[in-house]
């Protein structure tokens, strides 16, 4: 297991590596400047080139690049282009909206699906299967944003039970609290886990059928276990394996897909952030937040593979 984790741990590394030299190489490439951005696009070409070499914009790229991957082991992410402020305090503030969004969503998307998928193969080819079936592949053809809308619509402007968006704090001081947060992020959620839920479903039905046909499964039945017991206790277990895997993945999607259903309910997430960011042409708060959304997906599907070698103690670490 300390090979296995080793293992692990020097792939991660490799990878981050990889992804900041991509990010930084993507983001170098794209047109626009920062120090015009910011100057206006009146500004005298002097004025530009001053800003230019105030931001440090005027150094070699792979100079930049060094001192971006320097500043990050020291835990500086450097200073907002156009707030003027550190880019981790801008990057932590927001993080406490997205992360508890995308594992709202995560906990909804799972309890749905695991649900729907153990409902689904228990009732092969019948009518309970055709339905949950049919709805989930009514909930992969829709849009989350499109879905988002609806749900405004529905519970803000009908019904009036949520608020159509913003966030009011994690804290009483501030006007908020737990539970109106939570509130407010409760439909956001809904809208990001009805996908996600819905391919899960379909991936966990099939996983749970081939169990079904395995030997073990006849053979608890046989010996008195109920039908119920063998699904949740035995079966579900074994299937498992394919099931977190996906859900490494749709973590991942989750928290890219924050980008289009925090606008959509003006949350103050990481994904408007970077929204706002590239329009302001703030390379420096594009670039760590979306390093650190690959540093995210990266220690998920690394918690994935630690997960496998729980549920299955036959996996070894030269299996994965």
């Known amino acids: 297991m300390s090979i296995f984790l080793l293992k692990r741990l020097l792939t991660l590394i490799a990878t981050l590596l990889g992804a900041s030299a991509v990010v930084f190489a993507v983001l170098e490439i794209l047109p626009g400047n920062a120090a015009q951005m910011l100057m206006g696009p009146d500004a005298a070409p002097e004025a530009v080139q001053a800003m230019a070499e105030q931001l440090g914009l005027n150094q070699p790229a792979w100079t ?72 989930a592949q009514i909930g992969i053809a829709i849009p989350n944003f499109w879905f988002a809308i609806l749900l405004i619509l529905l519970f803000s402007v009908k019904l009036q039970w949520f608020s159509a968006g913003g966030f009011p704090g994690w804290s009483e001081a501030d006007g908020g609290g737990f539970w109106p947060a939570l509130q407010a992020l409760l439909l956001p959620a809904i809208a990001l886990a009805v996908v996600q839920a819905a391919i899960l479903a379909r991936i966990t039905r099939s996983a749970v059928l081939d169990v079904l046909r395995e030997d073990f499964v006849r053979t608890a039945r046989a010996k008195g276990l109920s039908r119920g017991a063998a699904l949740w206790c ?87």
């Open 64 to 135: 930049r690049y060094g001192q971006w991957l320097a500043g990050l082991l020291q835990g500086d992410m450097g200073t907002s282009y156009a707030y003027g402020s550190p880019v981790s305090g801008l990057v932590w503030e927001r993080l406490a909206v997205t992360v508890p969004l995308a594992v709202l969503a995560m906990a909804i998307t799972t309890a749905l699906a695991l649900a729907a998928g153990v409902f689904a193969a228990s009732r092969h080819r019948r009518w309970g299967d055709v339905g949950v079936m049919g709805l």
């Open 234 to 320: 035995h079966v579900l277990r074994n299937a498992m394996i394919p099931v977190l895997t996906v859900m490494g993945l749709q973590f991942a999607n989750l928290l890219a897909g924050t980008i289009v259903v925090e606008n959509v309910f003006y949350l103050p997430g990481l994904g408007r952030l970077i929204f706002q960011s590239i329009a302001n042409r703030d390379l420096i708060v594009v670039r760590n937040c979306v390093l650190l959304l690959a540093a995210m997906v990266v220690i998920v599907n690394f918690v994935v593979d630690l997960l496998y070698a729980a549920i299955d103690p036959r996996i070894q670490a030269s299996d994965i």
